[in-house]
């Protein structure tokens, strides 16, 4: 089943989160390899896609996982959750409708 994951940064995070970045996008690309993943990105703090020092709010990844808990065990694992980057992890089952 999808789940979607949806991670809120802590304010001032956004040093923590360029250092935890190579170690969360290698993850993201494990994740792909498998045929697991099917988007990741980040939330910008401006409407733009390169919010410069405005940084970025949080996070969105929907994926593929056996069940809930295996989905949250691989979202708390996060590198940017060891690096105190996310303030608040959720996770939800995602039923793909379109496209």
């Known amino acids: 089943m ?3 994951i949806i991670a809120k940064d802590r ?9 935890a ?18 988007l990741a990105g ?3 703090a401006i409407d733009c896609e390169e919010p410069g020092e405005a940084g970025f709010t949080g996070s969105l990844i929907i994926a ?3 069940s809930l808990e ?4 691989w979202a708390n694992a996060d590198p940017y959750v060891s690096a105190n980057v996310y ?3 959720t996770v939800k089952p995602f039923r793909r409708v379109i496209p």
């Not at 295996?70 to 065990?73: D, G, L, Q, S």
């Open 2 to 4: 999808l789940y979607a």
């Open 11 to 19: 304010e001032g995070s956004s040093s923590r989160r360029a250092e």
């Open 21 to 38: 970045r190579p170690a969360h996008l290698a993850r993201l690309e494990r994740l792909r390899s498998k045929g697991h993943l099917v």
């Open 42 to 44: 980040p939330f910008p």
């Open 64 to 66: 593929e996982f056996d």
């Open 70 to 73: 295996e989905a949250e065990a």
């Open 87 to 89: 303030e608040q992890v």
